[in-house]
């Protein structure tokens, strides 16, 4: 009999079995296992164990990474694997071991290697990321001591980082390979190689001075686990029984027998089994879905069962992917190739099937049952007829997987009582072919946009079609078949002609409606057709077409890093060294705090959001009884608990902290749900019922800002020369367009604050993730009504910023100083990933429009450029970067003749704010463009036409401001060297001969990126030096971490400048109450301008000092610290400094709005699948102007982490929003960051030798957003692939292609007969799914 749920309550009150697991080797008995815990929230809130950290809830970035140890009993050892703590339901950890990044080595111990050379390898900028590799890395040495390269970048597909671009990582754990490494101790000359000098001391920034040599990873394997695994080797000899965790809403039943679990789900029909809960924990989490009985059936010997049967294996449904690869693979070395054709395309599709952390947990049964449209498997298993045993009490089936398997969107035929025993794949027999394709946007742990099944049986010794079966994903609400297809090509012959037919049939029989969920109609069509290709390779097809059959493969990468080394006789001198980050190894043991990892106080409270869910409406009313009767909840806040003012913004108040009757965006503030956890907030936050009126228009892109007229004010212009005769002077004029989408920055840290009342006088501390302390300090005092001496804002270090912790932080941290101050207790809040996305908006979408007048040479002689900007519905600093935008469109242009307008769009979109580049990369971006354009036009070489205009030293830019030690000539000569780039050209140019259906293609791109904040008051900065009797400093400026090494090099400024070693030298945190009016931490200018403030305030104590070191010269630096001391003198400086000469006025066109620039040149290499638009990066080459770098380290960094971050805007990231304002692209499940499969195979990067800056401190140059753009290379590399592909079809000249390069984007642009095939639906005539805002 089904159980009612009035029953399931009430065993919700009996108490449940004990937990018992090991964490770090201690056994931990957990009385109250909470079913709806998360691994990662006990170990984080539980046991204070916060090294281990929440990057996305999703198992999509995996910070969260740990290594879990458990007894397997069907293969009788302990088995050890990384997996997303952030995923793992506590209650799945009984009798298994956890071991976090806490567990492996610490700064006061001893640090583990993997966690010391990701360090020292300079593999850590902010650091969030930093534990989840180290355990990915940990996990897989203790599996795999000598693993190769590419085991180790298979390791890494479930990690992400958004700072370093990858490079320095994989270099550091090159080490541990087998192809590329450590000797493994047996170096001649010290033991181990790691530990030896390195000779060319200005190549390879990676691998200093590392002190654990590989060896001791054995001693670590030796003492670490022993302590476990002897505790895991007797439990699991203790009798098995059924386990019961009851929590406060769900009851969790871990069966140990078939039995029990058949009984079980008889009992309740509804019951959800969970082996990975990598579907479940994302329905409960993100989906709102709610299952109050959970069965996991994970150690059920029946599901787990491998077994060789007839006619082909048979695996258990809680098997996992990771085991049946293992078992796949053996099978496929064992058995002959012809039996093992479905092995090895479900192989293929797991190779790219999530990251390895999924794989590790996820089961073969969960992917069948979720039944999801873009199963990576069930096509696989459709295709090949796959036999699934269903089983429920009393009753056992068999059932073919085929196309009444899936009656509907995620259903199944199975009944509710019933479970999926096993499923068996079949061996194929000689003559058949079998294939497996999946198309992604992002190749690595990403989700299919189409994948495919392709079964073809050929009758004997013939090319004859004898049965052919295809199924797809991604092409309707379930794994389909595409039967009319198949039968039109029964009983022909396989050829070129079969396969033209086969085309066209699928290109009808694949429709889609132009609105169907997801969008890419055209596309995911086009994507149906290249599958056939890949079918089976036919004798018949011409050699250049086999380009069509290759699957995609991802190639080691490597690099070389170039840099001047410090001169001669300056050994002792800092700067110029490349030092590694003062936090990494702190980051790397787990150690280093970020804002959510202060400990909690004791009657802390926690703050859920309640947003909007309409982008454009009144607020009829609010409704928060369920929620108030969540349990823990204490309070809701809006706009009535305000005490002070509700107008917020960063420049202008034209905002509200939370919307007071109305609404203008999707994700609009609306209050705050407060309660005892974050979990019980964020249930109350989801139950407040809030009712609207909805209001036109709704402004979403920024076509529809033009036709309804919805700018801020003022528009801006910049001109110079006559545009007019410009064009009359000119051979031709050309018109194009461009779109350039918005990018998040996905910074790995969510934005966070913790607000503690401190009960007197109106004092508020605030604990902040923020780049921009004063401004958090003076919109939560305005909000609160108080004046700003009564607020401190605290930053220690962020875990990534790149501009969206620049002003759009304060919001957040503004609500909960009104929540802490309304219920005067102390209250937190880390936005989930979803609701950072959502809340916060990014870089702004940018479209231009340009009219170019230009020379038959390529001379460009006038132009003209209409640029708009989509700012969302407020200003912020929208402005600025539509100003930004237009002192870039030039790029590196000379344009004698030149006019720029510029629009900031108001739309019904959160508002969009700063990120790395600050409009610079879209203004040049659409810049190359028209460089582009004029080149396709003329038929010239791009490069030749580029640098035929680029400017010279001397020459004045359309704001006049003149270039100065100008330097991109000689980046851009270098860089020609550096890539080869000739010889280059001429093998691109013979492989695109030989190829049809992938082509390659190059690029050189310059960048010249302007120097200072535009708006002049910014350009200030402060610092405090407190020296302490014992000599040791105290250095505060107004500068934040957050990863970019900004301590690290004001560190050695004060050095250089003290005389004193950096290990004397400390920082603790920015703070309001130490430096005040900062500047926030933007616009690349903070080494600038602390750095100087910093040498400022240490002249001032050098000056003070001066006597002492007179009067005893042999002395040291204690010495005369303490002799002044004793001699009443003030050993603290202030230090202060402004950039001269800085303010540009539009109205005429002069002063100058630069200190400097920076200029950099990149060559990118790029391979297109013409047939799917995937693309590879081949090569980088970078020559960037740093000036004298103070730290090539870092530098380097901020090059290849910038380059990556641009890599991302032109190439991968797309955020997708609904025609009416909603934003489907809320996590790393649908937003794709670059992974570490998308670096560049080959990258080189080179700092430009001798080019002192002496506008900034030790003739050092700004570095932080300038490298950025040059990733428009890699874009113009695939738009120059695509021209060849494009020329096949006899398509030439200039043609649109808009940011991001998507494989999409791609595919569209080269044309072919296929295109042709699928159609786009004519705008208008459909609502589609996604716009371009
Ligand atoms: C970051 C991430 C990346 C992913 N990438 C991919 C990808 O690349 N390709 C892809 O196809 N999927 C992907 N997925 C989806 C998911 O990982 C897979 O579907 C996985 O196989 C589910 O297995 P699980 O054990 O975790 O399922 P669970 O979440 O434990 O269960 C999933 C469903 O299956 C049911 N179920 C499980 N076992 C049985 C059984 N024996 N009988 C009846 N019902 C059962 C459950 O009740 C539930 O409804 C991804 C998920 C995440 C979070
Ligand atoms: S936090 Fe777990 S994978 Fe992102
Ligand atoms: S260092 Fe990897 S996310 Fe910042």
Request: some cysteine; glycine content about 8%; hydrophobic content about 35%.
């Amino acid at each position: 009999m089904p159980i009612t749920a009035e029953e399931i309550k009430n065993k919700l009150q009996s108490p449940g079995d004990d937990l018992v697991f090991f964490v770090n080797g201690k056994k931990i008995t957990e009385k109250n296992a909470e079913p709806e815990k998360t691994l990662l929230t006990y170990l984080r809130r539980n046991l204070g164990l916060t090294g281990t950290k929440l990057g996305c809830a999703e198992g999509g970035c995996g910070a969260c990474t740990v290594m879990v140890s458990k007894y397997h009993p069907h293969q009788n050892r302990i088995i050890h694997y990384a997996v997303n703590a952030c995923l793992a339901p506590l209650c799945s950890l009984h009798h298994c071991a956890v071991t976090t990044v806490e567990g492996i080595g610490s700064m006061a111990s001893k640090l583990h290697p993997v966690q010391e050379r990701i360090a020292k390898a300079h593999g850590s900028q902010c650091g969030f990321c930093t534990p989840g590799i180290v355990m990915s890395m940990y996990a897989l040495l203790r599996n795999n001591p000598q693993p190769s390269m590419h085991d180790v970048q298979e390791a890494f597909q479930g990690n992400l980082c958004r700072c370093t671009g990858y490079r320095p990582i994989l270099e550091g754990y090159r080490s541990f390979t087998k192809d590329g490494g450590c000797c493994g101790g047996k170096a001649q000359s010290n033991g181990c190689c790691m530990t030896n000098e390195h000779t060319q001391e200005h190549v390879n920034v990676s691998r200093t001075d590392i002190q654990t040599p590989c060896s001791i990873f054995s001693e670590y394997k030796h003492i670490f686990v022993l302590n476990y695994i002897c505790a895991l080797q007797s439990l699991s000899k203790q009798p098995q029984r059924e386990l019961r965790f009851a929590g406060e809403r769900v009851l969790w039943i871990q069966p140990c027998s078939l039995e029990e679990l058949l009984e079980l789900k008889a009992t309740y029909p509804n019951a959800k089994l969970v082996v990975g809960n990598t579907e479940v924990g994302i329905e409960m989490k993100f989906k709102n879905l709610f299952y109050p009985v959970i069965l996991a059936p994970a150690y059920i010997p029946e599901l787990n069962i491998i077994q060789n049967t007839q006619d082909g294996i048979q695996v258990g449904a809680s098997v996992t992917l990771t085991v049946l690869g293992d078992v796949l693979r053996a099978a496929v070395k064992k058995l002959p190739a012809h039996q093992t054709e479905v092995f090895k395309a479900v192989l293929e599709q797991l190779r790219w099937f999530a990251g390895q952390q999924i794989r590790n947990v996820a089961a073969v049964g969960g992917n069948i049952m979720t039944a999801s449209p873009i199963s990576d498997l069930n096509p696989v298993f459709m295709a090949a007829s796959c036999k699934l045993t269903v089983m429920s009490k009393g009753e056992k089936r068999v059932i073919e997987m085929d196309g009444k398997f899936f009656p509907g969107y995620r259903k199944t035929i199975l009944k509710p009582e019933e479970i999926l025993l096993s499923i068996e794949i079949p061996y194929t027999r000689k003559g058949q072919y079998f294939s497996a394709f999946k198309q992604s946007p992002r190749k690595e742990d990403d989700i299919a946009i189409v994948t495919c099944g392709m079964n073809v049986f050929f009758k004997e010794q013939s090319n004859i079609v004898q049965s052919i079966r295809i199924s797809y994903g991604g092409m309707a609400p379930v794994t389909v078949l595409a039967t009319a297809t198949c039968n039109r090509l029964l009983n022909r012959q396989w050829n070129e002609e079969l396969l033209e037919e086969a085309c066209t049939s699928l290109a009808e029989e694949m429709n889609l409606s132009p609105s169907a969920p997801g969008g890419m109609v055209t596309y995911r069509r086009t994507l149906t057709i290249k599958f056939m290709f890949l079918g089976v390779t036919v004798e018949d097809v011409r050699p250049e077409y086999t380009s069509a059959t290759e699957l995609f493969q991802l190639d080691s990468p490597s690099s070389v890093q170039l840099y001047q080394a410090v001169p001669p006789g300056y050994s002792d001198d800092v700067v110029g060294q490349p030092i590694m980050h003062l936090s990494a190894l702190k980051q790397a043991t787990g150690e280093a705090i970020y804002c959510d990892d202060i400990p909690c106080y004791e009657n802390e409270l926690h703050l859920a959001l309640v947003t909007s869910t309409k982008a454009h409406a009144l607020i009829k009313s609010i409704d928060t009884s369920d929620a108030m009767a969540v349990p823990g909840v204490v309070a809701f806040i809006s706009a009535k608990d305000i005490p002070g003012s509700n107008m917020t913004g960063p420049v202008v108040y034209d905002e509200t902290v939370f919307a007071d009757d109305k609404v203008t965006c999707v994700g609009h503030i609306v209050g705050a749900i407060v309660a005892d956890t974050q979990a019980h907030a964020q249930r109350a936050a989801k139950a407040v019922k809030i009712s609207y009126e909805e209001l036109q228009p709704v402004i979403v892109t920024i076509q529809d800002a033009i036709a309804n007229k919805s700018f801020f004010q003022p528009v801006r212009s910049i001109e110079r020369g006559d545009v007019a005769q410009g064009f009359k002077d000119s051979d031709h004029i050309l018109h194009g367009e461009m779109h350039i989408g918005g990018q998040e920055q996905f910074y790995l840290e969510t934005n966070c604050t913790l607000a503690v009342p401190r009960g007197e006088d109106g004092e508020m501390e605030l604990f902040v993730s923020t780049q921009s302390a004063s401004k958090t300090q003076a919109l939560v005092a305005k909000a609160l009504g108080v004046s700003a001496n009564r607020v401190v804002c605290r930053v220690k270090r962020m875990g990534g910023g790149f501009g969206g912790k620049e002003s759009r932080s304060t919001i957040l941290s503004t609500v909960v100083a009104v929540a802490a101050h309304t219920v005067k207790r102390p209250v937190r809040c880390m936005l989930d990933r979803d609701e950072d996305m959502l809340v916060t908006g990014g870089r702004h979408p940018f479209f231009g429009h340009y009219k170019v007048g230009y020379m038959n040479n390529g001379r460009v002689m006038a132009l003209e450029v209409t640029l708009y900007s989509n700012a969302g519905n407020s200003l912020d600093l929208s402005l600025s970067i539509l100003e930004r935008a237009l002192f870039h469109m030039d790029n590196s242009y000379n344009i004698p003749n030149i006019r720029g307008t510029g629009y900031v769009c108001k739309t019904n979109l959160p508002s969009n704010s700063a990120f790395r580049g600050f409009g610079g990369p879209q203004g040049m971006m659409i810049a190359e463009s028209w460089m582009s354009d004029v080149a396709l036009s003329c038929g010239l070489p791009a490069e030749e036409v580029r640098r035929m205009n680029m400017y010279k030293e001397g020459d004045f830019t359309p704001f006049s401001q003149r270039l100065d030690n100008f330097t991109i000539d000689r980046c851009w000569e270098e860089c020609m060297q550096l890539s080869d780039f000739n010889k280059r050209k001429d093998a691109v140019e013979q492989y695109n001969r030989q190829h049809r259906w992938t082509k390659r293609g190059l690029s050189i791109i310059p960048t010249k990126f302007g120097i200072s904040f535009t708006a002049v008051f910014l350009n200030q900065a402060g610092a405090l030096v407190l020296v302490y009797s014992d000599g040791s400093v105290l250095l505060t400026h107004g500068g934040t971490e957050m990863g970019q090494g900004l301590h690290t090099k004001m560190v050695q400024v004060a050095s250089k400048t003290l005389g004193i070693p950096c290990s004397k030298i400390h920082i603790t945190e920015t703070s309001t109450n130490t430096v005040p009016n900062t500047s926030p931490t933007a616009a690349s200018a903070s080494s600038d301008l602390n750095g100087m403030a910093i040498y400022n305030a240490c002249q001032t104590l050098l000056q003070r000092l001066q006597p002492y070191k007179d009067k005893n010269p042999k002395g040291c630096w204690e010495d005369w610290v303490k002799a002044a001391y004793f001699d009443r003198v003030h050993l603290s400086a202030n230090g202060f400094y402004k950039t001269p000469d800085l303010g540009y006025d539009f109205e005429t066109n002069s002063g100058r709005p630069f200190n400097y620039f920076s200029y950099g040149v990149a060559v990118s290499e790029v391979e297109i699948d013409c047939l799917t638009g995937s693309h590879k990066n081949l090569h980088t080459s970078i020559v960037m102007d740093v000036g004298k770098s103070l730290n090539p380290a870092l530098d380097i960094g901020q090059v290849e982490g910038g380059f990556m971050q641009g890599l991302g805007l032109f190439t991968l990231e797309e955020l997708r929003y609904s025609p009416d304002g909603y934003l489907y692209t809320r996590g790393p499940g649908m937003y794709k960051i670059p992974a570490f499969g998308d670096i560049p195979i080959e990258l080189k990067v080179s700092l430009l030798r001798d080019a002192p800056n002496e506008k900034a401190i030790f003739s050092s140059k700004a570095v932080g957003e300038p490298p950025l753009f040059l990733a428009a290379s890699v874009f113009y590399a695939i738009k120059d692939a695509i021209t060849a592909a494009r020329a096949e079809s006899n398509l030439t000249g200039p043609f649109r292609l808009d940011s991001p390069a998507t494989p999409e984007r791609i595919r569209n642009a080269c044309e072919d007969k296929f295109t042709k095939l699928c159609p786009p639906a004519d705008p208008g005539t459909f609502i589609p799914w996604a716009v371009q805002v």
